[in-house]
């Protein structure tokens, strides 16, 4: 292989053309013959930059509305012809194919096309097959060839140039790793648009594509590599969110500020979540966010020290005042006003996150885990419970507040490891039970965790006493239930299913609870 390749051909056919004109001029100072297209050669012409067009090049005119113009022998034989083989230079110096040292491709913008919510027809036309044909082409043969898929290799590119006199091959293996993973991820986008045509949710063949959005210090453990990547959507959230300040994020900060922010969007009213190793200890809805946050502080103040806190509304000074009283990891929302930044900018180990809006929980997506050997793939659970769907089966039904409760508790736990149980009061959490084996154990930890709550804020009884109790599951035995109603709580909300809800209703009956089914479940594994 060939080691240094001076570039003395270059094609440049781009949809963004960012620092195009910049690149050709600087090619074109190097004796380069610039090859091109369409609109890009009109804008390296009206910047000065000497031009050919490719059909001049060819000698093949465009045809068919542009869909054919570079798919012709002359530019792919120029691609994939090996210098290094007698046989090739032959076979090319007897068609009169020229070799093309460097390809600047970028393709039709696709994914723009669909975010837009453009017609079947304009997405169909923004399928790039030219430009995918010589980044292949020219990945392919990277050994002689140089290709560039994005506009932000251009300087790395013109650096090496400048320094050495032509590509390396190391730079020119970087480059066509880059460009492969380009096209797969383009494919992989059209693939999971023409599924979606379909009405497909899990197509035969399940193709995930990310582009890089930082690398990790570490994973879940210093021992485990890491990395971000974001899926090219606009959902607000995590990959939106702009940090504007404190140390770099973890892999964990990540996974927990998703937790959170996900969680808070379910709310309407002003809302507070703070999240600790994925799970919420504490969310709470109010007038505003100040006195969320109290309420939600209150759950657990002690899970709460170095915590992950959502707000579902910008935030102002109040809030970040009281948030920034305790040591906490990351506070992300959808914004902060100046006297909030702040507040924050005090506090330098604190990572503030502005994602530019909330994550609809309603919103259809795929979600995904690996598995030895594959992964599994689900839709998102977009599932949500209102009072028109609950099913009073006890002889009491809930008054008004406890409904009221009894819809927020369950909301959040629906964002709690399984098995969970959420005792919520005021439109606050005021114990939480997640990730237990047992249901039972899940509604008793809840209420411990309740009756610590209460010493610490000098409280004469723990505030499960007249609260609400949701679990994400049905209860399979009584003695859940019986557990919740021993730690003061007066109305159920359960998925109802299982063979003893009999059972479970005379027991609640039999203690004065109101319970409601909602027939949906809410496992989060």
């Not at 949701?470 to 909300?493: C, K, R, Y």
Request: charged share 20%; glycine share 8%.
């Amino acid at each position: 292989m060939t080691d240094l390749v001076p570039v003395r051909r270059a094609l440049l056919s781009v949809s963004d053309k960012t620092g195009l004109v910049e690149f050709g001029r600087f090619l074109a100072a190097q004796g380069a013959e610039i090859l091109s297209t369409g609109g890009t050669a009109r804008a390296l012409r009206e910047a000065g930059v000497p031009v050919k067009d490719v059909s001049e090049h060819t000698g093949f005119p465009e045809i068919l509305d542009g869909r054919v113009k570079t798919l012709v022998p002359q530019v792919h034989g120029g691609l994939l012809g090996r210098r290094d083989l007698p046989e090739h230079r032959a076979q090319m110096r007897a068609h009169g194919i020229a070799p093309i040292d460097l390809v600047a491709v970028n393709l039709y913008p696709f994914e723009a096309t669909v975010a837009r919510g453009a017609g079947f027809e304009d997405c169909i036309e923004n399928i790039d097959i030219g430009g995918p044909a010589m980044i292949r082409s020219a990945a392919k043969n990277h050994a002689h060839v140089a290709v560039l898929t994005e506009p932000a290799q251009f300087d790395a590119v013109r650096a090496e140039i400048e320094a050495r006199g032509g590509t390396t091959l190391a730079l020119r293996r970087r480059l066509a790793a880059a460009a492969y993973a380009r096209t797969a991820a383009y494919d992989a986008a059209i693939a999971a648009w023409f599924a979606r045509q379909e009405g497909e949710a899990f197509p035969p063949r399940l193709v995930l594509a990310g582009a890089l959005r930082q690398t990790l210090r570490y994973g879940e453990n210093p021992h485990q590599r890491a990395a971000f990547y974001t899926d090219g959507t606009d959902r607000p959230g995590i990959a939106t969110a702009v940090q504007v300040q404190g140390k770099e994020l973890s892999y964990n900060n990540l996974n927990d500020t998703d937790a959170a922010f996900e969680c808070v969007a379910e709310f309407d009213r002003p809302a507070i979540v703070i999240v600790k190793h994925a799970n919420p200890c504490g969310v709470a809805v109010a007038d505003d966010l100040a006195a969320a946050w109290d309420l939600a502080l209150r759950c657990d103040p002690v899970s709460a020290f170095g915590g992950i806190v959502a707000a579902n509304r910008p935030l102002d000074a109040a809030a970040a005042e009281r948030i920034a009283a305790i040591f906490t990891e990351v506070v992300v929302a959808p914004d902060a006003d100046e006297a909030a930044r702040a507040v924050f900018a005090g506090r330098k180990n604190l990572r503030l996150l502005l994602t530019g809006g909330l994550p609809d929980p309603a919103a259809p997506g795929i979600a995904v885990r690996s598995v030895a050997g594959g992964f599994l793939a689900q839709s998102r659970d977009a599932g949500r419970v209102t009072e028109a769907d609950l099913k009073v089966v006890t002889k009491r039904a809930p008054t008004a507040a406890e409904m009221a409760d009894l819809l927020f508790a369950f909301r959040v736990c629906k964002h709690v490891k399984s098995n969970a149980i959420v005792y919520a009061r005021g439109g606050a959490t005021v114990g939480i039970g997640a990730g237990q084996m047992s249901r039972v154990d899940s509604a008793r930890i809840a209420a411990w965790k309740a009756e610590e709550a209460a010493k610490a804020a000098g409280l004469a009884e723990p505030l499960t006493r007249g609260s609400v109790v949701a679990s994400d599951a049905f209860f399979p035995f009584a003695d859940g239930l019986l557990a919740a109603a021993a730690a003061g709580a007066t109305a159920v909300i359960q998925p109802g299913g299982s063979i003893r809800d009999a059972e479970v209703i005379e027991a609640a009956d039999k203690a004065g609870l109101a319970m409601v089914f909602t027939g949906m479940r809410h496992f989060r594994h």
